[in-house]
């Protein structure tokens, strides 16, 4: 079972920037995986932010961070990457990478459901 390790979280104001990462124990350009950031804030339910599927690139945004929010992934280095700008206070939220080990499916889920490996996550905290 693959393990997930984030880190990256942290305050700022809003507009700010933040990268968040996600150390994945595989080899991510060998063995095929979605890995997603999802995030939670206290009192709602968690939702999916963005989602890359390993073995080509393809990814998937919520609309609510479409065009501020960038994933990528570092085989090298077996991370993948969540690069947040234009921050809002609505961001706030403890953030989540998670995987799922699988063929390519024809297209890149954010739905936390379809995930089955968690990390821990990390914090983010935007102010106004």
């Known amino acids: 079972q693959v393990q997930l390790v984030e880190s990256g979280g942290g305050s700022v104001q809003a507009g700010g920037s933040l990268r968040v990462s996600c150390a994945v124990s595989a080899y991510i350009s060998r063995h095929m995986y979605y890995i997603g950031w999802f995030r939670q804030a206290p009192g709602k339910e968690r939702e999916g932010v963005a989602a890359?599927?390993?073995?080509?690139?393809?990814?998937a945004y919520a609309d609510s961070v479409k065009g501020r929010f960038t994933i990528s992934q570092d085989n090298a280095k077996n991370t993948v990457y969540l690069q947040m700008n234009s921050l809002k206070p609505e961001d706030t939220a403890m953030y989540y990478c998670?995987?799922?080990?699988?063929?390519?499916?024809?297209?890149?889920?954010?739905?936390?459901?379809?995930?089955?490996?968690w990390g821990r996550g990390t914090q983010v905290t935007v102010s106004s």
């Open positions: 890359i599927y390993t073995g080509g690139g393809s990814t």
């Open positions: 998670a995987a799922k080990s699988s063929v390519w499916l024809g297209y890149v889920s954010i739905n936390p459901q379809n995930y089955n490996n």
